[in-house]
């Protein structure tokens, strides 16, 4: 009776060694589950922020791309304005020397007629 003890005693053991082993790549198999879960929840969530950052930046191009708009046209009417009163500047010179010239023309004129 003691080998069949002995044959059932090793049998056990081994049983138990190989449940233990089971158990233990189970839960190793579960860790890695819940790992690759965290991990793909983590990547949902990145997408999410991409996403929505995604968006954030083409309304922030389509803003500045306003205002470029607006500021190339307001650049252009400064243009526009400094180009006429450049234009009236010297034009009025050109008016004051002209009208000066005439002035001391008919000074002269004056002066050798009388």
């Not at 991990?39 to 500045?64: G, M, N």
Request: without cysteine.
């Amino acid at each position: 009776m003691n080998t069949y003890n002995a044959k059932d005693l090793f049998q056990l053991q081994s049983e138990l060694i190989e449940v233990k082993i089971d158990m233990a790549a189970s839960k190793a198999i579960e860790r890695v589950i819940e790992r690759i879960d965290a991990v793909r929840d983590d990547v949902r969530s990145v997408r999410s922020d991409i996403h929505h950052l995604d968006k954030r930046l083409i309304a922030t191009e389509a803003h500045l791309d306003t205002r470029l708009v607006v500021t190339e046209k307001s650049l252009n009417n400064i243009q526009k304005i400094s180009d006429q009163v450049r234009t009236g500047m010297i034009g009025g010179a050109l008016a004051m020397i002209g009208g000066g010239l005439v002035y001391s023309g008919s000074l002269m004129l004056h002066y050798f007629i009388k």
